[in-house]
């Protein structure tokens, strides 16, 4: 089975511009994390979903980052208008039922650098 | 809200038993502990999780104290190619909006020849 798939795998964009991640979730999971890791703050929980309704978005920045999961099996976070500060590389998490213990299964991330 | 801390590196060599150990002494109460495993430009990776004594599966144990303030990952035996950062994740907080779910910071464990 294929694991969760990310895109892109790198972006590199100028500050102001929008920008948009995406996260294929693996078949039959219930549950989507974001996450943003840099060097000074580690990885950090940004919004989680259970079942496409977000359970837990405190630790989303601020107003210009926003995530949707148009459907089971994907979901996007879109940060409008982009900072420097917000480059970092971001993850996202599926697991299979709306159980925070339950392991996560990651992809490999998006490196976002913003210029 | 309380933090959860590692140790930021650790030496071994190949053939050693590693124990990494997190301290997460405001654990929620129904958490478990999830220890994951990060190689460069990968996503973490799950290794082991467990809610209280002992759990031990193909790649490690973990010991988790009657009180569950700490956590110590155990990994046997280990070669080259366990280099990589290992993380905690654990809720810490009491639930409602002093809920958080929290990684550590990583712990980079070189395995040397």
């Not at chain 1, 630790?59 to 949707?68: I, Q, V």
């Not at chain 2, 650790?10 to 654990?27: F, K, L, P, R």
């Not at chain 2, 996503?43 to 599966?57: C, L, S």
């Not at chain 2, 104290?65 to 950062?85: F, N, Q, Y």
Request: glycine share 8%; aromatic share 10%; proline share 6%.
């Amino acid at each position: 089975d294929a694991g969760v798939i990310q895109s892109p795998r790198h972006e590199v964009t100028e500050m102001g511009q929008e920008v948009t991640l995406r996260c294929k979730l693996i078949s039959g999971h219930n549950s989507l994390f974001w996450y943003r890791q840099t060097m000074m703050r580690g990885l950090e929980l940004l919004i989680y979903f259970n079942n496409n309704v977000p359970i837990d978005d405190s630790g989303m920045p601020e107003d210009r980052f926003s995530a949707k999961m148009p459907n089971a099996s994907f979901s996007t976070l879109k940060i409008q208008p982009s900072e420097p500060r917000d480059s970092a590389v971001y993850f996202c998490a599926s697991s299979f039922t709306p159980d925070r213990n339950q392991p996560q299964h990651f992809g490999d991330g998006t490196r976002l650098s913003i210029l | 809200l309380a933090k959860t801390t590692q140790p930021i590196s650790m030496d071994s060599y190949e053939g050693q038993e590693v124990n990494i150990t997190c301290s997460h002494n405001n654990i929620a109460t129904n958490d478990y502990i999830t220890w994951y495993q990060q190689f460069p430009s990968q996503g973490p990776r799950f290794i082991i999780q467990g809610y209280k004594t002992k759990v031990t599966n193909e790649v490690a144990s973990l010991f988790i104290p009657a009180d569950r303030k700490s956590s110590t990952l155990s990994l046997p035996r280990v070669s080259l190619s366990d280099t990589a950062v290992y993380y905690c994740l654990v809720g810490v907080g009491s639930g409602g909006s002093n809920y958080k779910l929290t990684f550590g910071k990583g712990t980079l464990l070189t395995v040397n020849p």
